[in-house]
């Protein structure tokens, strides 16, 4: 009997072009529109950050240098300690320092950097395809020494202008910092004795995501937030055929043929879990052929589908008791007309909504759409099944509250003896 109710739901739907061109057509259509459209703006490539960065010395480090040089020999300190100033000075050079941090090959990556004698500083600050200017005073090195060998209390100071508008300003303004950490470690290992090339440097700049997890491209994004999306019209689809059946008295025949109501209810259960499987497998595997979004881990794959699947189901079973308790199929119209669109607006389908705060977040992961978006990003991004465990148990628990809810309130003293 279950069989046969899951076969008719099937035939039924083939023979419907429309909801074929709806449930499986509409979805890849829109992948590839908003995968397309919107790819340069969420991929960012391999470079998200690109900007132009002036480094403009305004002094001569190697006449610092020397200047210092000649004021330690004329002092009337020890001779030993003479030496140690002199060859800390030689092997200490702040500013070529700053230069091959903003030459390194990770930073290079991002910014375009230019290294400017004395010029015109209001003609650069001008300039704006320039993300960030670095100032070097004029005996910016001779005051470094000074405060590091001679002990000064003055803190010598660069000076950084940030064009506000700029994302590689701020990127900018961090390696400034990061190299102020190290000049303070520099200094600290000069002060010990230790003596290091000016060419080389304590700890490199690396630029990277904070989870160090495969980044996420357009086309991958929405083809997770459109299945997850139109597999919810499902729902909709399975309940209406439900009530067209008591309408046309085919389910009022299977009563008085002794058919449990329960086996009817259940059928109704496994019809949209079928279907809503069997979309998914087919939308993902002709992206997968098309677009090339593979998953990393099947077993994971299916076991969120399914959980998915069984909570579209749920809500079928929901659907066709309301349908039948108020004799319409509003409950069904409205689902697809309404809910969907913010079920997919709160899940996620068409941007990360998680990110405005964490209400968002929260309600997001709380529609089956958005919980089983969560799960699927997560295991595209590479995480294991022990990640997205809590998201398949919640499925399969709404998918069981649902059906409960739905067979309870389904009518049944109204049926014909």
């Not at 590689?168 to 290091?196: E, P, W």
Request: aromatic share 12%; hydrophobic share 45%.
């Amino acid at each position: 009997m279950i069989a046969s109710l899951v076969k008719k739901q099937l035939l039924l739907l083939l023979r419907n072009r429309q909801e074929l061109l709806v449930l499986l057509g509409m979805p890849f259509l829109l992948i590839t529109i908003l995968g397309v459209a919107l790819g340069s703006v969420m991929d960012g490539g391999d470079e998200p950050i690109k900007g132009k960065v002036a480094i403009i010395i305004q002094g001569n480090e190697q006449k610092d240098k020397e200047k210092l040089i000649q004021e330690i020999k004329q002092s009337s300190i020890p001779q030993q300690q003479k030496q140690n100033l002199i060859e800390g000075t030689q092997s200490f050079s702040p500013i070529e320092q700053l230069k091959g941090i903003f030459n390194s090959p990770n930073v290079k990556k991002y910014m375009e950097v230019s290294i400017k004698g004395r010029t015109d500083l209001d003609d650069i600050r001008k300039k704006r395809d320039v993300s960030a200017v670095i100032v070097v005073p004029k005996h910016f090195s001779y005051n470094v020494y000074r405060h590091v060998f001679l002990g000064e209390k003055r803190v010598p100071q660069l000076t950084f202008y940030q064009n506000d508008g700029k994302m590689a300003a701020l990127a900018a303004l961090d390696i400034v910092r990061s190299y102020r950490d190290q000049l303070t470690t520099n200094t600290a290992m000069t002060k010990n004795g230790i003596r290091f090339n000016g060419n080389h440097h304590p700890a490199e700049i690396s630029m990277e995501s904070v989870t160090k997890r495969k980044p996420m491209k357009a086309i991958t994004y929405y083809t997770v937030g459109m299945s997850v999306m139109f597999v919810l019209y499902i729902v909709s689809q399975v309940s209406t055929y439900a009530f067209q059946e008591k309408e046309s008295h085919a389910f009022d025949r299977m009563v008085l043929a002794n058919i449990p109501i329960f086996k009817y209810v259940f059928g109704t259960f496994l019809s949209a879990f079928v279907l809503a499987l069997l979309q998914i497998l087919i939308l993902y595997g002709a992206v997968e052929i098309v677009y090339g979004v593979k998953w990393p881990n099947w077993f994971s794959f299916l076991a969120i589908s399914i959980s998915l699947s069984a909570s579209v189901g749920g809500l079928a079973v929901l659907m066709m008791a309301i349908n039948f308790r108020s004799q319409s199929e509003s409950a069904s119209t409205f689902f697809s007309s309404a809910i969907v669109s913010v079920f997919a607006f709160v899940g996620g389908s068409f941007f990360p909504v998680g990110q405005i705060s964490n209400v968002f977040r929260w309600l997001g992961n709380a529609t089956p759409n958005g919980a089983g978006m969560n799960a699927y990003l997560k295991l595209l991004q590479g995480y294991g099944f022990t990640e997205v465990v809590g998201s398949f148990g919640y499925l399969l628990a709404l998918s069981i509250c649902l059906f409960i809810i739905g067979w309870m309130i389904f009518p049944r003293k109204e049926m014909p003896a």
